[in-house]
C-alpha cells in the first residue's frame, strides 16, 4: 500500500508549481544562443537607420544639407523634422503628458537630441552617412542647475510650449516650470513643526543615474504598403501601450498595429518609453515601403534615453525627544530634462513619492515636487524604481538616520519605536495609502539577530577608538508596487489593469498570455507555477507568451513591479474560472453535486470516497466531448482583466556592513544581509537572483555611478569608460533571507520582489557609509560615495594624517 | 561603433613592416593588439588610412633570458606576461603590473610594445619599465637603436619613436635577488585607468635602503621617475618617516589633470598613498 | 580605397569564407553575414564583453577585431559548445544554477568561462570573479555565475578524460 503522503508530495512535485524552485524554462534558447533579440531580426529588403545627434545642449538650428549624406555610397535617405511635419510627426506626445521633438525643429534642447535620421544600407553606410549631414548651430546658453531653472532671466528651453499655462499637470509659474505637485496636509503638519521638541533638516540629493541594460534600446519597423500593417519589433516593456499611442501617433488604425516585444536584454524601467528612434524608424518605413531596422549605441543610450532620478530633496522630521515621529515634510526639485518623458499615471507626475512616510506610523505628513526643465535628456522614471519609490525610500530611510544621531538614539531602535505595528495592517498612511500587510519588527529582529548587530556595535565602537572607520547601514524599507487600480493608476487615460488569457488543451497542455513583458523576469516559469497549482496540472506543459500584441490581450507592461500583482492576479482568476467549470464538469461526470467534491493537487475526489474521482487531465479531455451538462459549452478556457484593489506593499530589512579606507576613501563591503518579504514566493530560486541583480544595482548607484555634466550641459561620463557598471570583482556577495507575509487582497498573497532590493539597497550602502563618520558629526554624505568623494570627507576631517 | 574606412596589410616580416611604414608615412599606424587604438577608431577619434598589423611576425614574440637581462618581443601580449614561470621568477613586478591593467579579454590581446609606444600617460608599462630600468630597441628601415626608457616618454601620445620605427623589443635588467617589488594601482574599477598608480623596486642591506627604485602612472602627462625619492632613499633605514618623505615627494612632482577619477588634490594624494603601499609592500617583499 | 577582400576561417569546426571590407569587425561578421546572433552587443567602447568569443583559444572581445586579422583562426562561439546534441557542462550548471536571467550577456559569459576552465580546471571563488572581470551582467549580481562555473568545474573534473 503506497503511503498516500508520499503519494501525494510526488503528485505535487510533478506539478512543479507555487512555492517551486523549478529550473527556468526559457534558459533552453539562452544557453545556446539562440534568443531573438531585436537586433537578431532581419527581414528581407531590410535597410538601417542611425541618429545625426546635437553636439551642443542648447542651440538653435540654422541649416542642415543633406547633400553630402545622400552622396555617400548605401545611404538610402535622410530625414529631418520637415520631413515629418507633413505627417504630423515632428513632435509627439509622451507618456507624461508633454510633447517631446521627434527630430529637431529650430532647435535642440539637450546634447546629442535628435536632430536627422539616416537611412542606409547597412550600419557602416549609415554611420558614414551620418557624420556627413551638416548641421550649422548658434549656441545658446543652457541651463544645467535645476535651482537655476526658474531664474527670473532664465534661458527659456521649451519655446513649443511658452504661452503653455500647463503642461498636463497643473498651473506653471515660470516657462521652465512644469509642474508643483502636492500631498498630505501642509497645515496641519507645519504646525506640528512648529511645536515639535525636535526637529531635523537635510537636504539630500538623489543624483542623475542610468539604468543601463546590456541591450541597448532598438526597433525594426515594418510597414506593409499592400496591407497597410505596420510591425514593429522593439525594445518594449510595454507593447501594447506603445501599440496605442503609435495608433494616435500615426493615425494608422491600432489593429493594424502589432508591436512585438520578443526577447529583451534587460529593462529596469530604460525601456517603457517611445524614443525619437522608434517613431522615425515607423517614419521610414512608411516612406520607404521596406523594413527598417535602428539600435542605438550605448553612448547614445546612456546620454539620451530614460535616466533615472535627479531629485534635489529636502528632509524634514518632527519627533518627541525619544524619536517617535510626529510629522515628515519632504520636499523634492525635480529636474526633468528638456521634456517630461516619463511614464506617469495622470494623478501622480511625481509617481508614488508619497510612500516616502516608508514603514513609519507618522501621524502628519505632507510633500510637495517641483518639476522644471534643464537642457538635459528627458527621463526621470526609470531604473528599477517602481515610480519615484526609490527617490521616496531613500529620503526617508536616510531620514531616520539622520534623527536617530541628531537624538543619540539607536539606529535600529528609532526604527522600532516608529515601525507600524503588525496589529495595525491594513493600514493607511497619513498621504492615504493602504499598507495591506507587514510585520516590520519581525523582520528586523531576523536579520539583526543573523549578523549579531550587537556584536558589530561592539566592534564598531573599538575600531572607533583606534581611529578605524567602520559602518553599519539599517535599511527597513516598504514598497509600493503593482500600478494599479484604474481608479488612481493610468498612462495617457488608460487604466493600468492587466490581463491573462487561458486555453486548456484537450490533452492537459496549456496555452498562456499575458499583458505583461518579462526582460529576464522568468514570466515564462513563474506564471506557469501559478496556473500550475490553480489548475493541477504540470507547470512543464503550461507554454506562456507575451508581447505580441496580435495574441497577448491587453495589459500595461512589466515595470514598477506590477507583474505579479496585476498579471498574476489575472492568471490566478483566470484559471480559478476554468477551475469553477471543471468542478461542474467533473461533478456531472461523476454523477453527484459539486458539493461532494474536493480537490487534491490534480484531481476532483468525491468526499468520503477517495477512489471515486477525475484527474485534470481527465477533465481536459472531457470539457471537448459530447458529454457536457446542460447548457454547458465546449472547451476550457477563460480569460481575466484584472482590476486591482489596491497596490501591493512588499518590504524588507537590510543591513550592510562597510569597513572604509581612511586615506584612500576605498569603501569595502564587508557583510550584507537582505530579508525581503514580497508575500507568498512563487520561486524562491527565481526571487533570489532578483535579489542579488537588484542589490548590486544598488550597489551601483550609492556607490559610484553618476551622469555628470558640464556647466555648458556637455555629458562628462557617458561611456562605459566612466559610467559604474561593476564587474564579478567588484560586487559584493549577497546573503538573502525572508520572511512571509501575504498580501490579503491578492488572490495568491504575492505582491511582487524585483525591485525590493534596488530601493531598499541603495539608502541600506548610504546609511553605512555615513554612520561610519556618525561618531565624528557626519550627518549626511552624498552619493555616490565613491572613493574620491569619501576620501574628500576623510580629508575634510583631518582623518587621513597618519 | 564603425570605423571609417581604411586598408589593412598583415606583413610576414618585419622588413616588409617596415617598408609599408615607409611607404604609407603619416597615414599609416601599427596596430599590435588593437585594443587601444580600434576603440579610437570606432568612435572616429582616430582614422588612419592605413593600418600595419604586426601581429604575423614572428620575432617579435617570446619572452628569454640573454645573458643578465630579460628580452621581450614587442608582440608578448599581457596574458603571455601574467603567465609567465621566466617572469613570475626573475621579473615578478611585471607580473603584478599585467595582471592589474583593464580586463582578461584585453590582456589576451593587448601587448607591451603597444601599451608602451602608445604614449597614453594612463597606461601601467611605462612607469613599469621605468622602475625597471628597461630600454628599448626600435628599428627602422636604417637600422637599429636602443634607447632607455627613461627619456622615452615625451608627452601625451608622444615618445622618442620616429614614426618610421617598430619598437621590436623590451629589454630588462633582471633585478638582483632579494629585491622586492610592487605596483600599487588605485582603481576605480577593473578596466578603468590608475587614479595614480606607483611601481616600486626595494633593496635593503643591513636595515637600510641599498637600491630604489619609484615611477607614477597616470599623475602626469608622462609617466614619472621620481628621482628625488630614489636619491633620498639611498642608504636611509626604511622607517615611518622615510616612507613619509618619499610620499611627500612624490607628491611633489605629480601634475594630474582633474577628471571623474578626482580632482587635482586627491589624485595627488592618491599618488602618496600608492607610494606608501607600494614602498610598505616592496619592503615586505625584500628578503 | 577598402577594398573587400577574402576571408577563410573555421567557426565551430567548419570552415566559412566571408568577403569584408577591412574596417568590417568581427562582431558585425558573425552576427549578419554568418547568421550567429549568439554573441552580442552592449557597447561600443568594449567595455562590457557581450560580444566575447573564442579565437585561437583565447577569450577576444570579437567587437575589437578586424575580420581581416582572423584569415586562418580557429573561431568558437556559443553556437558551438553543444555537441552532437549535448550541452556543455556550463551550459546545464547556467540553468541550474540559475545564472541567467534576461539571457543577453549569457553567450559571451560561457563562451568566456569555457576558456577559463580550459586554463584553470579548479578555479577558486576569488579567481572566478578575477578571470571573468571582462563580462559584465546587470541581471544576476554575478553570484549564480560563479555558483555555476564552480559546478561545472565539478562536473567536468569528474569526467573521464
Redesign the interface.
Known sequence: MPDTNVVARERQDKLQGMGCSR??K??????????S?V??I?LPGMLFGAIVRSPYAHARIKSINKAKALAVPGVVAVLVADDLKPVNLAWMPTLGGDVQAVLADKKVCFQYQEVAFVVAN???AA??GV?AVEVEYEELPAIVDPRRAMDKNAPIIREDIADKKEVGHGPRTHPNHIFTWEAGDKAGTDAVFASAPVTVRQEILNPRVHP?????CGCVASFDKATGQLTVFMTSQAPHLVRTVSSLLSGIAESKIRIVGG????G?GNKVAVYPGYVVAIVASIVTGVPIKW?E???ENLSTTAFARDYHGVGELAADKDGRIRALRFTALGDYGAFNAHVSATKFPAGLFSICTGSYDIPKAYCRVDAVYTNKAPGGVAYRCSLRVTEAVYLIERMMDVLAQKLGIDKAEIRRRNFVKAEQFPYTTAFGWTLDSGNYHRALDKVLQAVDYEALRKEQAQKRAQGELMGIGISTFTEIVGAGPTKACDILGIGLFDSCEIRVHPTGSVMARLGTMS????HATTYAQIIATELGLPSEDIQIEEGDTDKAPYGAGTWGSRSTPVAGAAAARAARKIMEKAKKLAAHLLEVGEGDLEWDIDRFRVKGNPSEGKTMKEICMAAHQSNLPAGMEQGLNAVEYYDPPNLTFPFGAYVCVVDIDR??G?TKVRRFYALDDCGTRINP??I???I??????AFAVAM?QAI?FDENGNH??N????Y????????P??ETDFTVTPSPHHPIGAKGVAESPHVGGIPCFSNAVVDAFAHLDVAHMDMPH???RV??QC?ALGL?K? | MIPRPFEYHAPASLPDALSLLHRYGEEAKLLAGGHSLLPMMKLRFASPGHLIDLGKIGELKGIRQVGGEIHIGAMTTENELVWSKLLAEKVPLLVEGARLISDPQVRYKGTLGGDIAHGDPGNDHPALMLALDASFVLRSASGERVVPADGFFQGLYSTRMEANEVLTRIQIPVPSAGTGWCYAKLKRKTGDFATAAAACLLRTKGGRVEFARLALTNVAATPVKVRAAEQYLQGRPLDDGAIAEVARLAMSVCEPTEDQRGDVTYKTAMAGEMTQRALRTAASRAQ | MAIPRNVSFTLNGKSVQVMVEPRELLIHTLREKLQHTGPHIGCETSHCGACTVDIDAMSVKSCTVLTVQCEGADVLTIEGLERNGQLHALQEAFTQDHALQCGYCTPGMITRAYRLLQENPQPTEQEIRYWMAGNLCRCTGYQNIVKAVQTAAAKLAAQPA
Open positions: 529550473k527556468r526559457e534558459d533552453a534558447r539562452f544557453i545556446r544562443g539562440k534568443g533579440y537586433d537578431d532581419h547597412d550600419r557602416y554611420a558614414d557624420e543601463c541594460p546590456l541591450e541597448t526577447d529583451i536584454g534587460g529596469f539600435i549605441s550605448r553612448i526582460q529576464g523576469q522568468g586615506f584612500t576605498e530560486m527565481i533570489e537572483g532578483q542579488h541583480g537588484g542589490l548590486t544595482e559610484g555628470p562628462l561620463g561611456s562605459l569608460l566612466d559604474f557598471l561593476p564587474t564579478s570583482a567588484e560586487a556577495h549577497w565613491t572613493s574620491y576620501w574628500q580629508n587621513n597618519r
